[in-house]
């Protein structure tokens, strides 16, 4: 593998430092687009039920994720996180993150990947995130469904 692409740079020299060094700025963002999860993590208080049409419907609009965007991208952000409970469960989460990226914003998700279908797949192959961080609650199904409280999770996050 060719790794001379890869370089140490230690921050107070690198090119971003410079633009941000003298300026309080904003650098990045979280967005928690909903409080459902299809798991029931033992250490999670973010995890509604996902059916849970109540929690739904609370659930911060893509209007209104829109304008923190913009208010964030103008306040000098770079990047941002897509979070829950667990995104995948928002039907518009390819809208908002498309709009996200055409703001010119780096965006990483956090899911559980229990969720993730060849459309997802393909959807990141063509839009690629700065990185996609999948939660591991363990390496044999015991563990993992100890944790999760749900039947069936690890062989769906194995899938996914």
């Known amino acids: 593998m060719k790794t001379d692409f890869i370089k140490f740079i230690p921050l ?33 208080y ?8 109540n929690a739904e419907s609370k659930e911060i609009s893509f209007k209104d994720i829109k304008k923190i965007a913009d208010q964030a991208v103008g306040l000098g952000a770079l990047w941002c996180l897509i979070t829950g409970g667990e995104p995948l469960l928002r039907k518009d989460l390819f809208d908002i993150y498309l709009y996200l990226k055409k703001r010119g914003l ?46 069936g999770s690890f062989d769906e996050f194995i899938r996914g």
Do not use: Q
């Open 12 to 44: 107070p020299k690198a090119s971003l430092w410079n633009k941000m060094k003298n300026s309080r700025r904003l650098v990045s963002f979280d967005l928690e687009i909903t409080p459902r999860c299809n798991n029931n993590c033992r250490h999670c």
């Open 106 to 151: 780096l965006v990483s998700v956090f899911t559980n990947a229990t969720l993730i279908t060849k459309v997802h797949a393909d959807f990141f192959k063509r839009y690629p995130p700065r990185d996609i961080e999948i939660t591991v609650y363990g390496v044999t199904k015991d563990t993992y469904e100890k944790v999760t409280r749900r039947h």
């Open 46 to 53: 973010i995890n509604l039920p996902a059916d849970d049409k």
